[in-house]
């Protein structure tokens, strides 16, 4: 049985902090108009949120930028949403906490209109950001088609943030990006590697430039590209992603051959995690123990 999940996956250059959402309104209406078979649709992180002014002034303005989930900005996303009838994940956006903190933080709306998940990005890129980091991973369902983890930049750096999101029953990672720099080759292999370990679609989406060095991708749970973009252009990939391929790779191995949720039987002593002060317990290694 298939269970497709049409994306539209978005490298753009990041818009204004200050603008106001009809602007992004009018980039979202054009991508639906243009491809409107879209059912889930990602932008890059920080998408809503450029800064321009000089380095020194830049966690200044993205101050300046944050705001609130529960404030009106947030709210026109989530009307967006249910007036295109979509899932829209805007990238991530300045969050202002409640104690005045500052959090990278991806958003994901509901065709209904409803902020349907929130992640605070937990692996900030230190030093050079400014955010506090989240404390919590997340998972959300899209009825039909499967369940989608959320893995901000930096965050896929560190194997214990897919390997734990694949844990909790993701089938795709969305992994939003603004990178600028000169490490966007070893991200590529990062995201093949992210998918093949934990068995699991993932999608890279990278700001364009001048800003950003672009070269998204979607990755299948064998760690084959599906569709790249060839350079730091802006560009819309498109894709039907079929979730059913994971159950096939976990029940079937990646290549017919390496079956990593199902190492362990229940017979298997525990293995201790000594970094992470635990441990592994054979007994609910497997996803299957999450759904």
Same mark, same amino acid.
């Given at each position: 049985?298939?269970?497709?999940?049409?994306?539209?996956?978005?490298?753009? #250059?990041?818009? =204004?902090?200050?603008?106001? $959402?009809?602007?992004?309104?009018? *980039?979202? !209406? +054009?991508l639906v108009e243009r491809f409107p078979q879209t059912r889930l649709a990602a932008f890059p992180e920080l998408h809503l949120c450029g800064v321009d002014g000089p380095p020194?002034?830049?966690?200044?303005?993205?101050?300046?930028?944050?705001?609130?989930?529960?404030?009106?900005?947030?709210?026109?996303?989530?009307?967006?949403?249910?007036?295109?009838?979509?899932?829209?994940?805007?990238?991530?956006?300045?969050?202002?906490?409640?104690?005045?903190?500052?959090?990278?933080?991806?958003?994901?709306?509901?065709?209904?209109?409803?902020?349907?998940?929130?992640?605070?990005?937990?692996?900030?890129?230190?030093?050079?950001? #400014?955010?506090? =980091?989240?404390?919590?991973? $997340?998972?959300?369902?899209?009825? *039909?088609? !499967? +369940?989608?983890?959320?893995?901000?930049?930096?965050d896929a750096w560190f194997p214990e943030v897919g390997r734990q999101l694949a844990w909790m029953g993701a089938e795709v990672i969305v992994n939003p990006v603004m990178t600028?720099?000169?490490?966007?080759?070893?991200?590529?292999?990062?995201?093949?590697?992210?998918?093949?370990?934990?068995?699991?679609?993932?999608?890279?989406?990278?700001?364009?430039?001048?800003?950003?060095?672009?070269?998204?991708?979607?990755?299948?749970?064998?760690?084959?590209?599906?569709?790249?973009?060839?350079?730091?252009?802006?560009?819309?990939?498109?894709?039907?992603?079929?979730?059913?391929?994971?159950?096939?790779?976990?029940?079937?191995?990646?290549?017919?051959?390496?079956?990593?949720?199902?190492?362990?039987?229940?017979?298997?002593?525990?293995?201790?995690?000594?970094?992470?002060?635990?441990?592994?317990?054979?007994?609910?290694?497997?996803?299957?123990?999450?759904?």
């Amino acid at each position: 049985m298939s269970r497709p999940l049409p994306i539209a996956v978005v490298q753009a #250059p990041p818009r =204004p902090a200050a603008e106001p $959402v009809s602007g992004f309104a009018e *980039e979202v !209406g +054009r991508l639906v108009e243009r491809f409107p078979q879209t059912r889930l649709a990602a932008f890059p992180e920080l998408h809503l949120c450029g800064v321009d002014g000089p380095p020194g002034r830049t966690e200044e303005q993205m101050r300046d930028a944050a705001v609130p989930l529960t404030g009106r900005r947030v709210a026109e996303l989530g009307e967006l949403a249910g007036d295109l009838g979509i899932w829209l994940l805007p990238g991530s956006i300045c969050e202002r906490g409640p104690e005045g903190e500052l959090f990278n933080t991806a958003l994901a709306f509901s065709p209904d209109g409803r902020l349907a998940a929130s992640y605070r990005k937990v692996f900030p890129w230190r030093p050079y950001e #400014p955010f506090a =980091p989240g404390d919590r991973f $997340v998972v959300l369902d899209v009825p *039909e088609a !499967g +369940r989608v983890g959320f893995a901000i930049c930096y965050d896929a750096w560190f194997p214990e943030v897919g390997r734990q999101l694949a844990w909790m029953g993701a089938e795709v990672i969305v992994n939003p990006v603004m990178t600028t720099t000169g490490d966007r080759a070893q991200e590529l292999v990062l995201a093949r590697a992210n998918a093949i370990v934990n068995q699991v679609f993932v999608v890279s989406v990278n700001t364009a430039g001048p800003v950003g060095t672009g070269r998204s991708l979607v990755v299948d749970p064998e760690g084959r590209v599906r569709t790249e973009a060839p350079d730091a252009g802006a560009t819309v990939l498109t894709d039907v992603l079929d979730l059913d391929d994971v159950t096939r790779v976990r029940t079937f191995g990646t290549a017919g051959l390496n079956r990593m949720w199902s190492q362990f039987t229940d017979a298997d002593a525990p293995v201790d995690l000594p970094l992470y002060g635990g441990r592994i317990d054979p007994r609910t290694w497997s996803p299957a123990h999450r759904r």
